[in-house]
């Protein structure tokens, strides 16, 4: 239900235990894209399901992680350069 502190309008969820987590997790997602704008976008990697919250100063990271998709992709990238490489 809404509530009203005189600065800003702010939710306060209530209804059944097992219904909570979801109406808050819809909440926050709505926090961060209000707060950061444009900034929570899904991986690069179509087969990652995360989302990254991009804090680069250009707003150009593509990975949940670099470690592990970023990573990944670079390196299956190269593999396919250098399969279509021509061999002399
Ligand atoms: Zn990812």
Redesign the pocket.
């Known amino acids: 239900m809404p509530e009203i502190d005189g600065v800003a309008l702010r939710w306060r969820v209530c209804g059944p235990p097992e219904r909570m987590l979801a109406a808050e997790l819809v909440l926050s997602w709505y926090e961060v894209q209000a707060r950061h704008p444009g900034r929570l976008r899904p991986?690069?990697?179509a087969?990652?399901?995360?989302f990254?919250l991009d804090r680069s100063r250009a707003n150009t990271a593509r990975?949940?992680?670099m470690k592990?998709?970023?990573n990944r992709l670079k390196a299956r990238r190269h593999q396919e350069r250098a399969r279509h490489r021509p061999t002399s």
Request: aromatic fraction near 8%; glycine fraction near 14%; hydrophobic fraction near 15%.
């Open positions: 991986c690069g990697n087969e990652c399901r995360l990254h990975w949940c992680s592990t998709c970023g």
